[in-house]
Antibody
Framework: QVQLQESGPGLVRPSQTLSLTCTVS??????????WTWIRQPAGKGLEWIGR???????YYNPSLKSRVTISKDTSKNQFSLKLTSVTAADTAVYYC????????????WGQGTLVAVSS | QSALTQPASVSGSPGQSITISCTGT?????????VSWYQQYPGRVPRLLIY???KRPSGISDRFSGSKSGNTASLTISDLQTEDEADYYC??????????FGGGTKLTVL
């Protein structure tokens, strides 16, 4: 059974860097044809795709966030991470990590989500 | 990239059928058969209902079906039940090798 779990600070100061980690169990980040992705959802609003990292390490980001986002992975820990720089209150949201099989192109397994608030 | 367009809300009575639309462009919905649909209850994690326009993952009721015509994809829920009351989101792969979601539709079962 594939499981994903987000972790990281629940509060980030404005202009600082938001850093989250997704720990994966039941699947390997170094094998298989999967995109490992980050998605966020502000309270009461819709889902926003942030970006993804492939097994090979290649990345793609939402154009609206591209200048501030970095996604990386640590295969030794079977984790992938999100860094979002220069955050503002608009970045306050529940952040989800999810798996996306290349063949299906759909988000089939999700983490439980972690709320990150940007506030001074 | 612009979000896909969904109606903000739809409603139906138990036993009826409803359809939720998801409109994009030739660069996303119209250009690829990689449209998926998700169900989300308040405070819960989204759940995959439909992938590749019309395929259902194991365990998803056949009351949920998907289709696409041109730049618009649709999710149909037949034999509506009270537990179907939730938010629904569509998503599509894009020509920029990214993914985009719809704004979400709140389904009310009257």
């Amino acid at each position: 059974q594939v499981q994903l779990q987000e972790s990281g600070p629940g509060l980030v100061r404005p202009s600082q860097t938001l850093s989250l980690t997704c720990t994966v169990s039941g699947a390997s980040l170094s094998t298989g044809s999967y995109y490992w992705t980050w998605i966020r959802q502000p309270a009461g609003k819709g889902l926003e795709w942030i970006g993804r990292i492939y097994t090979s390490g290649s990345t793609y980001y939402n154009p609206s966030l591209k200048s501030r986002v970095t996604i990386s992975k640590d295969t030794s820990k079977n984790q992938f991470s999100l860094k979002l720089t220069s955050v503002t209150a608009a970045d306050t949201a529940v952040y989800y990590c999810a798996r996306l099989p290349v063949s299906d192109a759909a988000f089939d397994y999700w983490g439980q989500g972690t709320l990150v608030a940007v506030s001074s | 990239q612009s979000a896909l367009t969904q109606p903000a809300s739809v409603s139906g009575s138990p036993g009826q059928s409803i359809t939720i639309s998801c409109t994009g462009t030739t660069s996303d919905v119209g250009g690829f058969n990689y449209v998926s649909w998700y169900q989300q209850y308040p405070g819960r994690v989204p759940r995959l209902l439909i992938y590749e326009v019309s395929k259902r993952p194991s365990g998803i009721s056949d009351r949920f079906s998907g289709s696409k015509s041109g730049n618009t994809a649709s999710l149909t829920i037949s034999d509506l039940q009270t537990e179907d009351e939730a938010d629904y989101y569509c998503s599509s792969y894009t020509s920029s090798s990214t993914w985009v979601f719809g704004g979400g539709t709140k389904l009310t079962v009257l």
